[in-house]
């Protein structure tokens, strides 16, 4: 079934350990995001893709860094991690072209101790 | 960058009520507005969008309101359920871009049996 993959769902880690969210989609989508969203709710992006090789970053400034490599796989990685990094981090695709829906992935809830 | 301001941030309503969520937005170069519902602990999914060339969309109980010249957008739901107790989000983008939607804060929306 095509859809969009985050792993993993929940992470615990301590402060200055490096992590790698992953997220994959099985829609063929050209475009890719990351959006953080905080207890408050609100959704914010931090960094988007146009397709391969291309990474942009977003509306929010974030210390993470992405890759897109393939089409179908936008990997987010923070290098050392710190408890201002605990949130909800949701990935997300959509069709190149017009404007398109946005279809999510489930989330990597990250707390860093 | 686009703005988008959404009100109110909570809205309780009585089973059966209507309920009505507000959004305006900044950049009039934005075409293309979705909302987002939001279930506990779920992902956000896309419940309706609506096109600048476009003033009125409805697909069964919810409908949604575009005044360009105003730059708001409402959504209104009718004859409310239970299940529509959610985190709603208005969002706005600029037609082709790929740099991701820009999100209001987000509706809680509770539904009183």
């Known amino acids: 079934e095509a859809d969009i993959y985050q792993t993993p769902r929940y992470l615990v880690i301590g402060t200055g350990k490096k992590i790698t969210l992953e997220c994959s989609q099985t829609?063929?989508?050209?475009?890719m995001y990351w959006y953080q969203q905080d207890p408050g709710m609100e959704l914010h992006l931090i960094h988007y893709?146009?397709?391969?090789?291309?990474?942009e970053k977003g509306d929010l400034s974030s210390e993470s860094t992405v890759s897109r490599i393939r089409t179908e796989h936008f990997p987010l990685t923070l290098e050392s991690a710190r408890p201002s990094h605990t949130s909800q981090y949701l990935c997300?695709?959509?069709?190149?072209?017009?404007?398109?829906?946005?279809?999510f992935g489930e989330g990597s809830r990250l707390t860093v101790l | 960058g686009e703005n988008v301001e959404q009100h109110p941030s909570t809205l309780s309503v009585q089973e059966g009520d209507s309920a009505v969520i507000k959004c305006t937005y900044s950049?009039?170069?934005?075409?293309?507005f979705p909302w987002y519902k939001q279930e506990l602990g779920k992902r956000p999914q896309l419940i309706i969008d609506?096109?600048?060339?476009?003033g009125e969309k409805k697909d069964q109980r919810i409908a949604v309101t575009l005044n360009k010249t105003a730059k708001h957008f409402s959504l209104h739901i009718t004859e409310t359920q239970p299940e529509d107790s959610a985190v709603y989000f208005c969002?706005?983008?600029?037609?082709?871009?790929?740099?991701?939607?820009?999100f209001g804060k987000g509706t809680h929306l509770i539904i009183q049996p």
């Open positions: 950049d009039s170069a934005s075409n293309y």
């Open positions: 609506i096109r600048s060339n476009v």
């Open positions: 969002a706005a983008r600029e037609g082709g871009g790929a740099d991701g939607l820009t």
């Open positions: 997300a695709s959509s069709l190149a072209g017009a404007a398109g829906e946005l279809f």
């Open positions: 893709s146009y397709g391969v090789n291309s990474t």
């Open positions: 829609m063929g989508h050209d475009k």
